[in-house]
């Protein structure tokens, strides 16, 4: 059984910052590509940064210069700091990976998680 779980979400000021974090679980054997997505209520889910298995990066304009993507490979965790937050900001995000994981002694290369996402509020 393999899992992701974000955390650190959280109702910050505008302006105040929040690291989120997306940890894989389970019998990994390898996480590939993993992203961290958003939406808002009533609004389309929003690919906000995406990094590769070699620490390869993508971010969406709308928060270029403000978060930044990084994994840390030997914990199979994934981040998303964030800072100079706006209330447009306000959303759950969502980690979402790609997973080779063992189930019994066969391996599943490439399988596509995603977590169960984080509340991140931005308001005064």
């Known amino acids: 059984q393999v899992q992701l779980v974000e955390s650190g979400g959280g109702l910050v000021q505008p302006g105040g910052s929040l690291r989120l974090s997306c940890a894989a679980s389970?019998?990994?054997?390898?996480?590939?590509?993993m992203a961290w997505y958003r939406q808002a209520p009533g609004k389309g889910r929003e690919l906000v940064a995406s990094i590769s298995s070699d620490g390869r990066t993508t971010y969406a304009d709308s928060v270029k210069g403000r978060f930044t993507i990084s994994r840390d490979n030997a914990k199979f965790t994934m981040y998303l700091q964030m800072i100079s937050l706006k209330p447009e900001d306000t959303a759950v995000y969502y980690c979402?990976?790609?997973?080779?994981?063992?189930?019994?002694?066969?391996?599943?290369?490439?399988?596509?998680?995603w977590g169960q996402g984080t509340q991140v509020t931005v308001s005064s």
């Open positions: 389970g019998s990994i054997f390898a996480v590939n590509a």
């Open positions: 979402n990976a790609d997973l080779a994981y063992y189930k019994g002694s066969l391996l599943h290369r490439d399988d596509n998680y």
